[in-house]
Nanobody, 126 residues
Framework: QVQLVESGGGLVQAGGSLRLSCAAS????????TGWFRQAPGKEREFVAA????????DVADSMKGRFTISRDNAKNTVYLQMNSLKPEDTAVYYC???????????????????WGQGTQVTVSS
């Protein structure tokens, strides 16, 4: 049974930083592309970042480039999202998600990801 568990969310002031973690179990995590998405109240789910199974390819949403970095430690079965220079508009629930099929490419489309975590709340105060 595949499980993804996010952690690291919380309350931070604008300009601050947080590092989110997504810990996986139940599969060889290193074989699967993994992404981060977020959803703010009343808004649609939004792509944040994704990393390929081999970590050779990363993709970050344009509005977050230069502030957010995605990485993975396959030995720890964990994907990270480092978020710097946070803004109030970054407030949302952040979800990690993993593709169902091994060795497939990163994608910005949420429906391409099969396994999802429960989410972690990030709140940025002004």
């Amino acid at each position: 049974q595949v499980q993804l568990v996010e952690s690291g969310g919380g309350l931070v002031q604008a300009g601050g930083s947080l590092r989110l973690s997504c810990a996986a179990s139940g599969r060889t995590f290193s074989n699967y592309a993994t992404g981060w998405f977020r959803q703010a109240p009343g808004k649609e789910r939004e792509f944040v970042a994704a990393i390929s199974w081999g970590a050779g390819t990363t993709d970050v949403a344009d509005s977050m480039k230069g502030r957010f970095t995605i990485s993975r430690d396959n030995a720890k079965n964990t994907v990270y999202l480092q978020m710097n220079s946070l803004k109030p508009e970054d407030t949302a629930v952040y979800y990690c998600a993993s593709r169902r099929t091994a060795f497939t490419a990163v994608t910005r489309t949420g429906n391409d990801y099969y396994y999802w975590g429960q989410g972690t709340q990030v709140t940025v105060s002004s």
